[in-house]
Structure formats: structure tokens, C-alpha cells
């Protein structure tokens, strides 16, 4: 089925599920469930799923067939994500879309925690930079592009909950399995001399970031989510205030008009739709900055153990990982020429990844992948390697 369908049989039943039964499936009987599906109905049905469905009878109206609800809900501008949640907007990549050096901004995840500004008009935009500074600043987004050194860095966001599907016990959020990182190239000024435009005082030891969109449940005064850095991180030179991404404006849903982009770190801290930032004396204590929120074991701990207070710290620098982004998990290949190149990305936060291994037998062995520098400090390097594999079936790479 096309994906223009897809999506229309989605808006037909956010509309009206009831009636949207009746179209897409034939009649709704009075207490609320599917009716008989005989003929037209079942035909429709048939055609849309490929399949009947034995207990179509038990099945409540409005329920969106899983197999037509998937990727029903298109993000404009974003193409092949797998949408995991609508409200907020939650997408994340397909590992073998994420092969370019350069990540698309079409097929850059989108993790929102509240709804996004809709006036994101560029020209009217401005960005604070109050607290603990000399003078404190508002600057256009013409500003920054006129009176501040431009930069152009690849640099790599990832999610802290990137790949959370696969702890065991489950952890509560959306169930990211590996795409909620992407590496584009962002235009931009450097963080930090904006913040030494404003005079950092002393007595900054802490930043904190605000953006325009609101929360979920429509209070004003509450915000989706306020993160910070401690300062000497904020200073760091690869943080870009940007306003491109891929040489173009910024995606409605990465932030435009203008974003943070702390790479290295939690991709909570490069804070979208950027308005304002406070320097503060204080670890900042804004949404997702207290409990529980990213914070790990200092030291590692058995899934699921109950760890002290005081053994937590904030996530900061991004564990190492990779990535194989081509071929596509599930191919086949043939015994005549068991030979496979495999690639992908491999990251490490702050750090740079050195060697790169890969395993087919699970573990037991390894051979040494070729691993390539980063473009620039805090892009992902790129790797290759080739396997051999010794007999027919099935294998992990
Ligand atoms: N204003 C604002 N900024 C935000 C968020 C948000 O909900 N609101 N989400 C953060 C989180 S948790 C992540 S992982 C990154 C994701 O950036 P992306 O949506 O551009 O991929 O944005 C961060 N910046
Ligand atoms: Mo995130």
C-alpha cells in the first residue's frame, strides 16, 4: 500500500474511528464493535492487509490495524523514520538510512519532549544570554551570523535513551532501538563566544537552556524541558548556537529557527528552538535536570540493582558505540561467494574511537575493521571491513 493511503486512512480515523470503521470496513454494530465483515467490508479489508482477519469480531473500533497504523504518521520533510510516538513528536532512523558520512536532514531522528513553536520566523527570533554575566545580551539570528566567526563542523547528536529497547529490565521512555543518533553538518557560532560577548562571571559554574516550544499538557508555566552544562563543557569549542543544517534552514522538528548543538554529550543538552540562556552559580535544576533523569551508576552495577543517591551521577560524555549501517540487517548472500563487506559509523562522546573490531561467531573471535579519522573532532568515523564466512547459515555480524 502506498504511504499516501497509509496516511489518509490515519486521518480518517483521528477524525471520527466509528465512522472511519464504517468506510474503511463496513458497518459498526450498536455495541460498539466491528459489525460482520461480509462482502465489500471484507473485501476492503482484504485488499488493505494483504490477509483476512480470523477474529475481525473481537477487534474494537477504531483500533488502526497495527500493520496500517505503522509509519501512518508522516513528519513533513522526513523520510523513512520510524515514528514511535505522536504526541510528543519521537522518530528515529532505520540503521541502513543512516549510511552517509553526512547525515540527511530528512533522516535526522526527532526526539521532542513538548509541543514545537509554531511562529519559528527567523527574522524575529532572538536569543538571551542573562544570569551571571557582565552584560547580559539579545542577539537577532542576524546577529550572530554577522558579528560572531562562523563555523561549519560535522557533528553528532545522540539521544541518551539510544537503544533503551534493549535493556532488560525494560526502561520506561520511548523505546528507542539504535537510530536516535544522526551526524549532520551544522552552521553556527561558537557557544562560547557568545557567552564571552555577555562577560562570563566568575561566579558561572552552570548554564541552562530554554526554547520556545511549550508543554504537553498546554501550562504555560511549565516547560517541556530545561537542560545545562557545567560551564567548562559549555566553553568547549565544537558547541555550536546553530542556524544551518546541511547548509540549509534548520528542519521545523530539529529546532529551527535556532539550536544548541552540544555534541559528546546527551543529545538533551542541545537545547531546539533556542531562546534563551542563563548562566547560572548553581547546577541548573530545570525539567529532566532532577530524580532520576539521566543519571547512570558511577560504577557498573547488575540490571535492575538499586543504586544509592549518592552513587548516581549525570550522564556526560556518551558511552563508545558503532553502528553497521550497510548492509541491511537480514540479507542473504550466496555460498558461492561467502565474502561480505560490511560498514558503519563508531563513536565514543568526547573521545575518538582508536580500533574497531568485528565478530561473526558471537563474540569468540575477532577481525580488525579499517576505521577512518573523524571529518572533525565529534563527527563519527567511519569503518569498513570485510568477513568471511566459513559455511552456509545464518550469522551475527
Ligand atoms: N527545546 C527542546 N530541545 C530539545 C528537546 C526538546 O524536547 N525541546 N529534546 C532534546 C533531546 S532529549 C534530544 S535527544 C535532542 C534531539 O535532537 P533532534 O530532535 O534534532 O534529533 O534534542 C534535545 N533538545
Ligand atoms: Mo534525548
Known amino acids: 500500500m502506498s504511504d499516501k493511503k497509509k496516511a489518509d486512512i490515519f486521518e480518517l480515523y483521528a477524525q471520527d474511528p466509528e465512522q472511519a470503521d464504517e468506510i474503511v470496513f463496513g458497518r459498526v454494530s450498536d455495541e460498539g464493535r466491528r459489525g460482520f465483515l461480509k462482502g465489500a467490508g471484507l473485501a476492503t479489508m482484504g485488499a488493505l492487509l494483504g490477509a483476512s482477519i480470523p477474529f475481525h469480531r473481537n477487534m474494537p473500533s ?30 528515529e532512523t532505520p540503521a541502513h538510512l543512516l549510511d552517509d558520512d553526512v547525515t540527511p536532514s530528512a533522516r535526522h531522528f526527532v526526539r521532542n519532549n513538548g509541543i514545537p513553536p509554531t511562529n519559528t520566523n527567523a527574522k524575529e527570533w532572538t536569543l538571551t544570554i542573562d544570569g551571571h554575566v557582565n552584560k547580559p545580551l539579545t542577539l537577532s539570528i542576524e546577529q550572530l551570523r554577522s558579528e560572531f566567526e562562523r563555523m561549519r563542523l560535522n557533528l553528532q547528536i545522540e539521544c541518551g535513551g539510544n537503544g533503551r529497547a534493549f535493556f532488560e529490565p525494560k526502561a520506561k521512555g520511548n523505546q ?11 552552521t553556527g557560532v561558537r557557544l562560547r563566544d557568545v557567552l564571552n560577548r555577555a562577560g562570563v562571571k566568575n561566579s558561572a559554574i ?34 555550536l548556537i546553530a542556524f544551518e543544517m546541511n547548509g540549509e534552514p534548520l528542519h521545523a522538528m530539529n529546532g529551527a529557527p535556532l539550536r544548541l548543538v552540544i555534541p559528546g554529550w546527551p543529545g538533551s543538552f542541545s537545547h531546539k528552538w533556542l531562546n534563551r540562556i542563563q548562566l547560572r552559580d548553581v547546577v541548573h535544576d530545570g525539567p529532566k535536570m532532577t530524580g532520576k533523569a539521566y543519571r547512570v551508576p558511577k560504577h557498573p552495577v547488575e540490571p535492575g540493582a538499586k543504586v544509592d543517591e549518592k552513587d548516581m551521577m549525570f550522564i556526560e560524555s556518551m558511552p563508545v558505540k558503532s553502528l553497521i549501517t550497510n548492509p541491511m540487517s537480514g540479507v542473504k548472500i550466496s555460498v558461492d561467494n561467502p565474502v561480505l563487506d560490511v560498514r558503519g559509523h563508531a563513536w565514543a562522546g568526547d573521545n575518538t574511537v582508536k580500533e574497531m573490531y568485528v565478530s561473526i561467531d558471537f563474540g569468540a573471535s575477532w577481525v580488525k575493521a579499517k576505521l577512518y579519522r573523524p571529518k572533525n573532532r565529534y563527527a563519527w568515523q567511519r569503518w569498513n571491513a570485510q568477513v568471511q564466512f566459513p559455511s552456509a547459515g545464518y550469522y551475527e555480524v
Open 176 to 186: 528507542w532501538t539504535v537510530g536516535a543518533v544522526a551526524c549532520a553538518e551544522w
Open 206 to 239: 552552570y548554564t541552562a537552556h530554554y526554547g520556545a516550544d511549550t508543554h504537553l499538557s498546554g501550562d504555560p508555566a511549565k516547560l517541556p524541558i530545561s537542560r545545562g552544562v557545567p560551564i567548562d563543557k559549555a566553553m568547549e569549542e565544537h558547541n
Open 62 to 91: 477504531g483500533l488502526i490495524p497495527a500493520a496500517l497504523a505503522e509509519n501512518a504518521f508522516k513528519i513533513e520533510g522526513k523520510d523513512g523514520l520510524t515514528v514511535l510516538n505522536d504526541r510528543p513528536v519521537n522518530a
